[in-house]
């Protein structure tokens, strides 16, 4: 029976200080031609990461490639770890530069770098909405105390829609502990099909230029923690914008400490609106999967 070779990369995205085993791990196929959908879903399935990208001939005007993000249960239109570390790898594979635009379902996404630190550029203006569940549903559904919630939760799509939870303090983010059945009631997006919250608040290890974040979402019935987000990150400055916040602003976001992935974001917004994300992309090594 005949076989292909489908070459591929592993990457961490939003490392920290040098630490190649910091940060959000990826995969990328070098070539997704070839492959159908189904089995893109079952690659994404098999490696079981958060997400798995594939590189494809773009189609859109001034794009440099297109790419398909697939979480191991469903297709993604954008997300932020995956288009920052596709990026290194597209910039490697079309000698692009340090200035890609990777064509996505939501759109084409501007990505560009200085090193391997890369920034992209938010891929629509935010859109938003009012959370329908009252302070003691949200602070249930967080195993939190009324006292830990601040201002006021928003729905809040830059490309992904999330529900944005600001806290009062950073330790309320590290004590929170969601309820996986009260996430599907309350915080469960009906564009995603899926239930999230991204829990922040203003202050980390250092000072207020830091922002101490966490994701959490539903998979197969039970809460899981994402190391480093970077479409709630976008999101996050989807909601400085709606909530009236003085701009420029720029913040480093601390996640995935809580589960030995420790994650940095920078979030920067600026005068003219607009949402940036960026962070470091480490590449630890090269495989292929013959199919």
């Not at 398909?68 to 597209?90: D, N, S, Y």
């Not at 569940?133 to 559904?141: K, V």
């Not at 601040?150 to 944005?164: H, I, K, R, S």
């Not at 940036?276 to 999967?289: A, I, P, T, W």
Request: glycine share 10%; hydrophobic share 45%; net charge neutral.
């Amino acid at each position: 029976m005949p076989t292909t070779d489908y070459a591929y990369r592993t990457l961490n995205v939003f490392t920290v200080a040098g630490d190649r085993l910091s940060g959000n791990p990826l995969c990328v196929f070098e070539d997704g031609r070839g492959l159908s959908d189904p089995q893109m879903q079952a690659l994404a399935r098999q490696l079981n990461l958060s997400e798995t990208t594939f590189v494809l001939p773009a189609t859109a005007k001034g794009a440099t490639a297109r790419v398909r993000i697939f979480t191991p249960t469903f297709e993604m239109p954008f997300a932020g770890h995956p288009t920052l570390g596709t990026a290194q790898v597209v910039r490697e594979l079309a000698a692009a530069g340090d200035r890609v635009a990777l064509e996505m379902k939501a759109g084409v996404v501007e990505v560009t770098a200085r090193g391997d630190v890369w920034t992209l550029r938010a891929v629509q203006e935010p859109r938003t909405r009012k959370l329908d569940a009252s302070r003691a549903e949200i602070a249930a559904m967080l195993g939190l105390p009324e006292s830990a919630l601040a201002a006021t939760p928003l729905w809040v799509d830059t490309g992904a829609e999330q529900l944005v939870l600001p806290l009062a303090r950073p330790e309320d983010v590290r004590a929170a502990k969601p309820s996986g059945e009260l996430l599907v009631r309350h915080a469960f997006s009906i564009s995603r099909q899926e239930a999230m919250a991204y829990v922040w608040a203003r202050g980390g290890r250092g000072d207020e230029s830091e922002i101490t974040a966490r994701f959490f979402f539903v998979s197969g019935g039970g809460v899981v923690e994402d190391p480093a987000t970077g479409s709630a990150c976008a999101n996050l400055g989807g909601w400085f914008l709606a909530t009236g916040a003085p701009l420029p602003l720029s913040v480093t976001v601390r996640q995935g400490d809580a589960i030995g992935r420790p994650s940095r974001l920078g979030l920067r917004v600026d005068a003219e609106r607009r949402v940036f994300v960026e962070g470091e992309v480490v590449e630890l090594g090269r495989g292929v999967l013959r199919l």
